[in-house]
């Protein structure tokens, strides 16, 4: 890490109207498809990642995550890092064909042993732990009978639950199911571009249906078994408008609306599946068999909300086109951090929001490494901006609970390949060197100031004598 001196430079811009409550989570995010590696060791089975990685063109640079960021051997130095940061949580992924490698019946004792050494080195460190469930590497073996299509792989979705938290629960803070349902959805199965890489919309509705379900059904299940930690599901949000005032284009972007936000959010808060959808859907709409609905309404102890950007919807072009407004980030998204704020308050008017986290928030940029420092001052401004509108909504009233940035480290940005690099930590994929960008330094310095606030309220708060 850089000197003091150097940090506090970068850090000129922190404004003081960003200080949060003492006891908001602060947090970095990974998953383990993204970071592990050691695809084929200590008995780790084959995720529809692997797979999909060796199809031709399925990837931009051609990558896949055999090695990645070599996460899996480097964990000691990796949580050192984390703890460098100054954060108090981090959110990580347990990847289901490492602990369960045929998605059924034996566990696997090394991959258990590896998170295991990460819940305990994340609680050494005084870190909270954010399991995510499935941060989607679906075990082929089940891709192979049918995969998220398939109603069966819900019953195994409950047993890796009840089993992963049966060995690592205690060491755990919060444990979320699913990380954005409607990526796995749609982009693994209606456009195609992500695992497994089908093409069909029913199928595709059918995958969320079974989503919520067995999200819903391993809530249930966990509590059965005793387990009390807050736990919740993970939804990539935004807000949508319209590209133009026109009657199609508004009648669109409902309509995406209702794909991409009331299609998971009514049916996790009992309200059942959106009747516009439905009728939409028509035949491709998903077979619900009774009880489902109810098992899906499961009491969230947490929701988790993945932000990242605007979606501008047009009737006759993509679901996503840019309105030239706005800069972009390297992944050609909209940077709109006031669409946080607009999201989170229209979620809180919608709907009886639990603790509610930004599980995800951050930006591609295309960083340079030159002698030892990334200056990604773009990255900074995005985060200030984001974490700004996390706190407008949550002295609106809006019941935030956490931040969390993506991604710890740069890391295998699916389709994309490496070249889009997310991290507040570079990664040199040749020599697997982690160096802190800028914008890690400046992290550490928000939250050193945070600190250093709630500490001198504690001071001040207590009686003369004991000051
Ligand atoms: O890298 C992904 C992550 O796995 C899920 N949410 C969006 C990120 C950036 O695309």
Redesign the pocket.
């Known amino acids: 890490m850089n000197s003091l001196a150097e940090t506090r430079a970068i850090s000129r811009t922190i404004d003081p109207a960003m200080i949060f409550p003492a006891d908001f989570v602060w947090g970095v995010a990974t998953?383990a498809a993204?970071i592990e590696g050691a695809a084929f060791e200590d008995g780790r089975g084959e995720s529809i990642w692997d797979r999909f990685c060796r199809v031709p063109g399925a990837i931009a640079d051609g990558g896949d995550i055999d090695v990645a960021c070599d996460h899996y051997h480097r964990l000691e130095e990796d949580l050192d890092l984390i703890a460098s940061l100054g954060v108090n949580a981090y959110r990580f992924s347990v990847a289901w064909p490492r602990v369960q490698p045929q998605g059924r019946g034996a566990w696997n004792p090394q991959g258990l042993d590896f998170y295991r050494r990460l819940v305990d080195g994340l609680r050494a460190r005084g870190l909270q732990a954010h399991l995510t469930l499935n941060?989607?590497d679906l075990p082929q073996a089940l891709q192979d009978e049918g995969g998220w299509a398939a109603r069966a792989t819900v019953d195994r979705f409950v047993d890796y639950a009840r089993g992963v938290a049966r060995h690592l629960g205690d060491g755990l803070t919060a444990l979320t199911t699913h990380?954005?349902p409607w990526?796995m959805s749609m982009l693994g199965h209606d456009s195609g571009i992500f695992a497994p890489g089908i093409k069909d919309r029913a199928t595709a509705m059918q995958v969320s249906h079974h989503l919520l379900l067995s999200h819903g059904r391993a809530l249930r299940a966990l509590r059965d078994d005793g387990f009390d930690k807050p736990m919740g599901i993970v939804l990539?949000l935004a807000p949508l408008l319209p590209a133009t005032p026109s009657a199609a284009d508004v009648a669109k972007t409902r309509l995406e609306d209702g794909l991409l936000l009331r299609w998971y959010l009514d049916p996790l808060f009992g309200r059942g599946y959106p009747q516009d959808v439905l009728d939409h859907l028509g035949a491709q709409a998903p077979r619900v068999e009774p009880g489902d609905l109810d098992a899906i309404a499961q009491p969230l102890g947490l929701l988790g909300i993945?932000y990242?950007s605007r979606s501008v919807v047009s009737a006759s072009g993509s679901y996503d086109v840019r309105s030239g407004a706005l800069p972009l980030t390297d992944?050609d998204w909209e940077i709109y951090p006031q669409g946080l704020t607009e999201l989170l308050l229209r979620l809180h008017r919608d709907y009886p929001l639990p603790p509610t986290y930004v599980t995800?928030n951050?930006g591609?940029f295309p960083d340079r490494l030159v002698n030892g420092r990334v200056h990604d001052a773009d990255r900074i401004q995005y985060l200030h901006e984001h974490i700004g509108a996390v706190g407008v909504a949550l002295r609106q009233g809006v019941p935030m609970a956490g931040y969390m940035v993506?991604?710890l480290l740069d890391?295998f940005?699916?389709a994309s390949g490496y070249a889009k690099r997310?991290g507040i930590v570079h990664v040199d994929y040749e020599t697997q060197r982690r160096t802190p960008k800028d914008s890690a330094l400046w992290l550490r310095e928000l939250l050193r100031q945070q600190a250093e606030v709630h500490a001198q309220a504690r001071g001040a708060s207590k009686p003369a004598a004991e000051r």
């Open positions: 998953s993204q941060h989607w990380n954005e990526v990539n993945n990242y992944m995800e951050g591609a993506w991604s890391n940005e699916w997310f």
